[in-house]
């Protein structure tokens, strides 16, 4: 197997203000490097975290990797992926692998997860405004979650199996909000609510889905009945 060291230099942005939200990535920091050795898989291709690694917020919440990580890049959704490209081929690729671990770790909220993730890619180097773009693909088709503590395992759920969901959207409408990030700039807040606009179905175990809607792909699609 070879070891492979991306060697990314975390770039400070000046504080700055989102809309009334200040996000002070420059305070944000990434701790460790990031060390993985190539696993082999025919299929996806996976690596193994060889060294332990974090990201340290702004407001001095640590978000840790252990070591032995096996990172798969499951945490981003299809969508990301098309009008973004791959999380490990980029300028954020120490944001994704903190944020695939916040996805499969599952320990903390995943609105959390999300900000955290557009903070730590604006102190690798993103824009802002390409933060925010990356930010409102993750809000729309991310995955989201239960915590431990959620009363749905409890209740609705019980607590052998982990509850791990992502929304169904309308691709198009996701396209559309991408581009009216990139040119407006506009605050956290009313991304979050414009996001939901473009869900379809925010997830089986809370909203019923009609009998005639079927999922293809990450697309909710009508048929005949």
Request: proline share 6%.
């Amino acid at each position: 197997m070879n070891r492979l060291i991306f060697a990314v230099a975390a770039a400070a942005l000046s504080a700055g203000v989102l809309a009334g939200e200040s996000v002070y990535a420059d305070d944000g920091s990434f701790g460790g490097r990031v060390v993985v050795e190539w696993l082999d898989d025919p299929f996806v291709p996976t690596m193994r975290l060889v060294e332990p690694f974090e990201f340290r917020q702004s407001k001095g919440k640590a978000w840790k990797v252990p070591e032995g990580y096996v990172i798969k890049g499951r945490g981003m959704p299809p969508l990301f992926r098309d009008l973004i490209g791959q999380p490990f081929n980029g300028g954020f690729r120490k944001s994704a692998i903190v944020y695939d671990h916040a996805t499969q770790a599952m320990k903390d909220p995943w609105e959390e997860a999300q900000r955290m993730f557009m903070e730590a890619s604006m102190v690798e180097g993103v824009s802002q405004s390409e933060a925010k773009a990356m930010y409102m693909l993750l809000r729309a088709q991310g995955s989201r979650w239960e915590t431990p503590d959620s009363r749905c395992y409890g209740s609705c759920h019980g607590k052998t199996e982990p509850l791990l969901w992502r929304p169904v959207v309308d691709e198009e409408v996701v396209a559309d909000l991408l581009g009216w990030v990139r040119r407006n700039d506009p605050s956290l807040v009313t991304i979050e609510q414009r996001a939901e606009t473009a869900v379809l179905d925010r997830g089986p175990h809370v909203f019923a889905i009609e009998r005639c809607l079927i999922f293809s792909g990450s697309t909710l699609v009508g048929r005949s009945c």
